[in-house]
């Protein structure tokens, strides 16, 4: 598998705009320039005050000068180019933009990236690689959870954090006993990830994933 | 979004202060809410100010034995921690059915109790509302009013509170402490915290515009039963259509709070009075339902209420024997 190339997809989007599969350098250049100048009007006329941040992302400290009303999706996807967090409804209700701060999971669309200094960021970027796939990555794509795929990197941020939240005794609307620490089952799986949501309903073979990583039997009746 | 500008105060005097000098402030703590309200420019604060780092963010048991639960405490937390879990289990139980576990671990105690309703027609800005902009008339009342309010609910607005949490803590009894920039505190029992649409929808609360919560004290241990049982759409995530907080007692007293019914957590003496003398779930629910205005489209609500209820209690005698 290739590496992701971020000035690849750079050129791709230039010449996206440029209207043409073959255009010349010139043209790219051109049309680089326009996008550039169009986001800078768009900002300036806001005339916000911008912030210096720092921002710890996977391991590797990131300085920006951000507009506060970037979303963390929005600055981990526009300016620090890791795209696998997806803008899915932009509202916290799909999931499909979730990463890990400081090991919880949350909704990078709601939150607001200069909220967000001095945490440690997981993305699904950060997890694993395609030489060294993640061990839910790769169960993800063993057991076919995905069509797709849009939904997939939330998923797997999601599942990883989920997992550890039962592990460190949090309980779900499913646990039944309050007093005891809550116990991994497919009941338990399927509960904490209602907040991403498939619209391809790979859903069984997510849940057969995850529970394949977890040492659950994927049979088990529910 | 429209534009703001953005500072991170470090005590809760520095916020109190923050609000006071610039006008139309607002604190940020999740932003679960109130960032999905600022993209559709339905909230607009001109300054935001981030309330992550006050030092309100742990559980602290008070001298009479109760709990006091900082203001930035974050719904995971507050669901998980043992003494919660031990003597509070209405309000794990009402926590961890509410939202997803993304934005549980990111949404905060005050901001829990401060969440805008999800009333389709104050989010959708094409439609009138007198909660979105007062005298502009209501969409829902002659609109679709499925999830709507069936009690406490006024010609102005039929909008319902969306919290699980709060439902629990008004079970509970439990204060609202908060701060101005002037040093003034004062605790706010639950009861009184939200308050009914009336005439004026659009205050959902009297906290002044320089008030900061600070924190949610609940009473020392009350024992009992302790149930939420919630009927919504889809079996997670969701909000209620009805919901029920429940402290049952082995002598038949219980208190008992309604969520998904009205402008805010719904309980009431005389309901809990009709239990404790033995009433069933059709006269506690008629009793609690009073004066209740359902439109055509949640009537349904009415039965719902007396059925969740009876299901609730029919489980707690079942735990309790």
Redesign the interface.
């Known amino acids: 598998m290739e590496r992701f190339d971020p000035e690849r997809r750079r050129v791709l989007k230039a010449t996206a705009v440029a209207g043409s599969a073959v255009a010349s350098a010139h043209l790219l250049l051109q049309a680089e320039a326009a996008t550039a100048s169009a986001n800078a009007t768009r900002l300036d006329t806001?005339?916000?005050?911008h912030?210096d941040v720092r921002l710890r992302v996977n391991g590797t400290e990131h300085e920006l000068r951000i507009d506060?009303?970037m979303?963390l999706l929005d600055t981990l996807r526009e300016r620090l180019h890791l795209t696998g967090a997806k803008k899915g409804c932009?509202?916290?209700q799909c999931?499909a933009c979730?990463v890990i701060v400081d090991g919880?999971?949350?909704?990078s669309?709601?939150?607001?990236a200069?909220?967000q200094q001095g945490h440690e960021i997981t993305t699904i970027e950060g997890l694993g690689t395609p030489r060294n796939l993640h061990a839910l990555q790769a169960a993800f794509v063993k057991h076919d959870g995905f069509q797709c795929g849009f939904c997939t990197p939330g998923q797997i941020c999601?599942a990883t954090?989920?997992l550890q939240?039962i592990a460190s005794?949090?309980?779900?609307?499913v646990?039944a006993d309050?007093?005891r620490p809550p116990r991994s089952s497919i009941l338990e799986f399927?509960?904490?990830?209602?907040?991403?949501l498939c619209r391809c309903g790979a859903y069984s073979n997510i849940q057969q994933a995850i529970a394949e990583v977890a040492g659950v039997d994927a049979d088990e009746i529910v | 979004m429209k534009s703001f500008s953005y500072e991170r105060a470090d005590s809760p005097a520095a916020a109190a202060a923050a609000a006071a000098r610039v006008p139309g402030a607002k604190f940020i703590g999740g932003g679960t809410n109130l960032l999905d309200l600022m993209k559709l420019q339905i909230e607009t604060p001109a300054h935001l100010i981030d309330v992550n780092d006050l030092g309100l963010d742990e559980i602290e048991s008070t001298d009479d034995g109760g709990l006091r639960i900082g203001a930035g405490v974050r719904n995971t937390d507050l669901a998980a921690d043992p003494r919660v879990r031990n003597d509070y289990a209405v309000l794990t139980r009402a926590l961890v059915s509410g939202a997803s576990g993304q934005l549980r671990n990111q949404a905060t105690t005050a901001g829990n109790l401060l969440q805008r309703t999800r009333c389709p027609y104050f989010y959708d800005t094409n439609q009138r509302c007198n909660k979105r902009r007062p005298g502009s008339g209501c969409g829902a009342l002659a609109g679709v009013s499925r999830q709507h309010a069936i009690v406490g609910s006024s010609d102005a607005c039929i909008a319902t509170h969306p919290s699980d949490m709060a439902v629990a803590l008004r079970c509970l009894d439990a204060k609202v402490s908060t701060v101005r920039s002037d040093g003034t505190r004062r605790e706010i029992p639950i009861e009184a915290f939200h308050r009914l649409p009336g005439d004026t929808p659009e205050r959902e609360h009297d906290l002044a515009a320089d008030e900061l919560i600070t924190a949610v004290t609940l009473p020392p241990p009350v024992g009992g039963t302790q149930l939420y049982r919630k009927v919504r759409d889809r079996a997670s995530y969701a909000f209620a259509l009805v919901s029920v907080a429940a402290i049952v007692h082995r002598d038949g007293r219980a208190q008992v709070a309604l969520g998904g019914v009205a402008h805010k957590p719904w309980r009431v003496e005389t309901a809990e009075r009709e239990l404790a003398r033995g009433g069933d779930a059709r006269t506690t629910a008629a009793a609690l339902l009073a004066g209740a205005r359902p439109t055509r489209d949640n009537a349904y609500k009415v039965t719902l209420v007396e059925r969740t209820l009876a299901a609730v209690l029919a489980q707690a005698r079942e735990s309790g024997s």
């Not at chain 1, 806001?46 to 005050?49: H, I």
């Not at chain 1, 919880?104 to 909704?107: G, L, N, P, Q, S």
């Not at chain 1, 669309?109 to 607001?112: A, F, I, M, N």
């Open positions: 806001a005339a916000t005050p912030h506060p009303r979303t932009d509202q916290g999931g979730t919880r999971r949350i909704a669309c709601l939150t607001l200069v909220m999601s954090a989920m939240e005794g949090i309980p779900s609307h646990t309050l007093t399927r509960e904490r990830m209602s907040g991403n």
